[in-house]
């Protein structure tokens, strides 16, 4: 079979506009993929838009249903199928205990766990259509060991691993394939707002170049850097010792 009668490859990725969603666009560009990209706005997004005929651009905002619902019918009326939807839209906010802010866990949740789950709803059917669909989640690497002032984002991340860990052993019989991916710190418009140290920290371009490749062997799971990986998952033998490391004011023997 000649390339021009294989197959287009379709792929929907959200939160597209910067950071790993963007770098991950331009990968899948690069391969030949048809890209369907989604963000609230297109912001890096426009000057490829102009001058490559495989992206299309679909505004969303993951928490809006009527705009999911508008986009869930322009994918259709692109493609009939996808192959692949990465789902990347993502918001952080620390928690002040000082001066708590309950209500930030609602806002976090509702994009990073209850926006995955609405873009599910929108994807699933076309997923069920392709050959071997891929479902592709990123989570972080906050699930490996808890964090100061990351109550809301860890948790928010928590439910993405559990809920793409059970949503595989239910789309299995479509052969669709899922993964959860667990970054380490990546250099991105949210992360440039930490105001602290972040260890093994990579560019956008590295963590996009890093889950591309991982994903063509499908895994359950993928967590990077393994450095990073190493450290948390002592971190959880060594529960006491990485409080008093991180606890957020020193505590009193």
Not at 142 to 149: G, L
Request: one cysteine or more; a neutral charge; glycine letters at 6%.
């Amino acid at each position: 079979m000649t390339q021009e009668t294989q197959p287009q490859q379709w792929v929907w990725i959200t939160g597209a506009s910067s950071g790993i969603g963007l770098s991950l666009v331009k990968r899948h560009l690069a391969d030949g993929w048809h890209v369907i990209a989604s963000a609230r706005s297109a912001g890096e997004l426009e000057t490829l838009l102009d001058s490559v005929p495989h992206l299309h651009f679909i505004p969303l905002d993951v928490t809006d249903k009527g705009q999911l619902s508008r986009c869930q019918q322009a994918i259709s009326d692109l493609t009939p199928y996808l192959d692949r939807v990465i789902l990347n839209a993502g918001n952080c906010e620390y928690l002040d205990i000082e001066k708590p802010d309950w209500s930030l866990h609602e806002r976090i949740n509702a994009v990073n766990y209850l926006g995955m789950v609405n873009c599910v709803e929108v994807c699933l059917p076309l997923l069920k259509i392709s050959p071997r669909g891929h479902l592709v989640g990123i989570g972080s690497q906050a699930v490996q060991a808890p964090f100061p002032r990351a109550e809301g984002y860890g948790a928010s991340k928590a439910a993405v691993r559990y809920f793409l860990s059970a949503l595989r052993m239910d789309v299995a019989q479509y052969g669709i394939d899922v993964t959860c991916v667990l970054p380490g710190f990546v250099d991105t418009p949210l992360t440039q707002k930490n105001d602290f140290s972040m260890p093994f920290i990579m560019s956008a371009e590295q963590a996009s170049e890093r889950i591309y490749r991982a994903l063509e062997k499908r895994p359950f799971e993928y967590a990077f850097p393994k450095r990073l990986s190493m450290v948390l998952t002592l971190a959880r033998c060594l529960p006491k010792l990485w409080l008093r490391l991180n606890a957020t004011k020193p505590i009193n023997d």
